[in-house]
């Protein structure tokens, strides 16, 4: 067993000194990371991340959704790069460090079989598995999506909320603070109807932490 972990790891390295990664978004040579120092400067950071906090329930987004954020945002979203996946997660943790916030759990945003099919991955689910990695916690798992939706792209806030209303369930009740990942926040919709979802099953904290917001 230690022998295979080992061997996979020895590849990596000639992995890595044959072909050197290379920022994803500008291509630069870089040491190990999918975003390089400097398209990592020019990312921009909201000053008021809190977006809105009622009772036990608090939104964040830390990021504008523009430049490098939206290009690494859809690497994640429609390459899978799980080295993308690993950057980003770090902009969440130390965005939770930063904040002081408090999670036994972390949750992402559930798609409905269908959905995970047709894509082949949850890009959220792939942040949220850093987190858990990083913090050693485990993954909400009981969050599920029950309801094919639309895409929301072109719809506005109200026939989001429309289209996505009963589209969650929580399977049990959740004792201990959750942090729900998500990559873009946009109008808000899919951030409260999941939260209205978990809300009836949980007297702690959900804290909803988006990446990026999308602001115009
Ligand atoms: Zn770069």
Known sequence: ??????????????????????CLICGKETNGEGICDDCKKTIEYLN???????KNIYFYAITRYS?????????????????????????????????????????????TRFEQTERGFNQTYLLAKEVSTAYQIPILMSLKKVKRTDKQVGLNKKEREENLKGAFRMEEAVKGDVLIVDDVYTTGSTAREITKTMVRKTKSNIYFVALSRKID
């Open 48 to 54: 008021y991340p809190l977006i809105e906090h009622k």
């Open 1 to 22: 067993m230690n022998y295979s972990k080992g061997k996979s790891s020895n590849k990596f390295n000639l992995l890595n000194i044959l072909f050197p990664p290379h």
């Open 67 to 111: 430049g490098v954020m939206e290009k690494a945002v859809k690497i994640l979203k429609y390459k899978k790069r799980k080295i993308i996946a690993k950057d980003l997660s770090k902009i969440i943790i130390h965005f939770v460090e930063e904040q002081g916030i408090h999670f036994d759990y972390v949750a992402f945003i559930p798609m």
